[in-house]
């Protein structure tokens, strides 16, 4: 769900994620390799925003699923996964994603769907028929009757279930369910796994909108981990196998991260409450400080209509305030520094030119939300560099939406190199400042044991066919020595 821009769509950065998996008798978790789309690149705000507008609509204790990340703060967003579906298993790309719910992969009735993808990966479209585990899902299925809500849609017992997941924006993806086995690496010990699988049900894409598919920056598919029963880990919860809690940690600094799904019980975070009877992980924000100052704010402005709260979203790139706090909030900042002159870089970034310490010259920003849960936002963080100047990250979502009625979405911006921790089971998210290239530590349900879950990266870890290989040659080798 996210507020956006259509105009930025023609730049439109890369699809959203889409992974999928359950399991079938898993006490631990599982493994994936992700990876971070912006990583080593210089931040282009039309780029961020365009992969913002693109996923604007809009990991189990046990299962680890490695991400890569950008090793710099001016190169936030867009992480994705590696994951195995099908059987024999073939490798699909996937954007990992919190603010949605429906997951897909591109199918092979697409015809536009490109081969090639971001950083040339071969991109691969899923068939089912050349799966010996896959299915179609019937409009019987239960699972379709629940994502249709009973509605009249012309689907009837003999057909097969379709799906269109329209995003705000106006991207969408459509095609039909399908039922089929994921491959992952579970939990088996300290920073060990072992190889798992599970059968759960995610869309085939047939026809996603052309933003979604840019031969440059495309995926797979897109990975939903959001609130509803469609979602992932509603999905994984289902089985009555794992509990509905999840946590990522996402590395600005060293690039990728941690996600996994599971009770973390190390480090401790607080929580707050979830707002009741929203799609997305809102909370309520009570007050902004910027530095030890309060900004001065009406307190119905995190009140607006019928969207409560502040939406938390690791698939949104950036953070979006509403007019009435982000006018002020820039305001403050840049008191800070009086001297300095703003100028509009591409007629949307607002820069200036800076070349000291930002967090020596500038303030951070303190966001409070109930049960005294803050959340800090360093200089570091929400400026960048940019064209030799220096960039503001914080965006506005009323301008960009032209809607006053808009939102607060703070994504990767602000949610970098915290650990952010989703309890659906006690409807509560919370997070803390930590190290991601570090490790946590989870809980077993059914066990009771505790394991290590450390940090990965994809760009910087071979792809398991290139360790397959390497290990085999290295056998190989040692054989030949041993008989020669």
């Known amino acids: 769900m996210r ?27 599982g493994v994936f390799r992700v990876d971070y789309k912006f990583a080593g690149m210089e931040k282009s705000l039309s780029a961020l925003r365009a992969h913002d507008s693109i996923r604007h609509l809009q990991i189990i204790a046990g299962v680890d699923l490695p991400i890569g990340g950008t090793g710099r703060p001016d190169a936030v967003g867009l992480y994705y996964a590696k994951i195995g579906i099908g059987t024999p298993s073939k490798d699909y790309y996937v954007q990992v994603d919190t603010g949605s719910d429906i997951m897909w992969v591109n199918c092979i009735n697409c015809r536009q769907c490109p081969t090639r993808g971001y950083r040339g990966l071969e ?34 017992v003999n ?45 085939c894409g047939a026809g996603p909108s052309a933003d979604l598919v840019s031969s440059d920056d495309a995926l797979d598919g897109i ?6 029963n469609s979602s992932m880990i509603s999905q994984l919860a289902s089985s009555g196998r794992v509990k509905r809690m999840f946590a990522h940690c996402l590395d600005g600094v060293n690039g990728g991260g941690i996600f996994a799904i599971g009770n973390v019980v190390q480090p401790k975070v607080n929580t707050t409450p979830l707002i009741s009877d929203q799609p997305h992980y809102n909370v309520n924000m009570t007050s902004i400080e910027v530095g030890l100052v309060p900004l001065s704010l009406p307190s119905e402005i ?16 950036l953070a979006y305030l509403p007019d009435a706090i982000y006018h002020p909030l820039v305001k403050k900042i840049l008191s800070w520094q009086p001297e300095i002159k703003l100028e509009t870089v591409h007629d949307e970034y607002t820069c200036f030119d800076y ?4 967090d020596d010259g500038f303030p951070p920003v303190t966001f409070h939300f109930g049960s005294s849960l803050h ?7 929400y400026l960048f560099p940019f064209e030799g100047l220096m960039c503001i990250g914080w965006q506005n979502s009323g301008a960009l939406s032209g809607d006053k009625n808009n939102i607060t979405l703070l994504g990767d911006l602000v949610l970098s190199n915290k650990l952010v921790l989703y309890d659906l089971e006690n409807q509560a998210i919370g997070w803390t400042e930590y190290n991601c290239s570090s490790s946590i530590k989870l809980k077993d349900e059914i066990t009771g044991s505790v394991h290590l879950v450390g940090a990965h990266s994809i760009s910087s870890a071979q792809s398991l066919s290139a360790q397959m290989f390497l290990i085999f040659f290295l056998l190989l080798l040692t054989a030949a020595c041993f008989f020669s």
């Not at 299925?141 to 849609?153: A, N, Q």
């Not at 990975?223 to 509803?228: D, E, H, P, T, V």
């Not at 959340?375 to 963080?381: A, I, Q």
Request: contains cysteine; aromatic residues 12%.
């Open 302 to 317: 995190f009140l607006l209509g019928n969207k409560t709260g502040a939406i938390i979203d690791s698939g949104t790139t």
């Open 355 to 358: 070349s000291d310490s930002v």
């Open 123 to 156: 991109l691969t479209p899923y068939n089912p028929k050349d799966s010996a585990t896959g299915k179609l899902v019937s409009c019987k299925d239960k699972f379709c009757k629940d994502i249709i809500h009973g509605s009249s849609t012309g689907c009837t």
């Open 375 to 381: 959340l800090k936002v360093y200089p570091r963080d």
């Open 3 to 29: 507020r956006k821009n259509p105009k930025l769509l023609e730049f439109s950065l890369i699809l959203v994620n889409f992974f999928i998996y359950a399991f079938k008798s898993v006490h631990g978790g």
């Open 223 to 228: 990975l939903g981990f959001g609130k509803s």
């Open 159 to 203: 057909m097969t279930c379709l799906y269109t997941e329209v995003y705000g924006d106006g991207s969408y993806s459509m095609g039909y369910f399908v039922q089929d086995v994921v491959q992952y690496d579970q939990v088996s010990g300290d920073l060990q796994t072992q190889s798992a699988n599970g059968s759960v049900i995610f869309g």
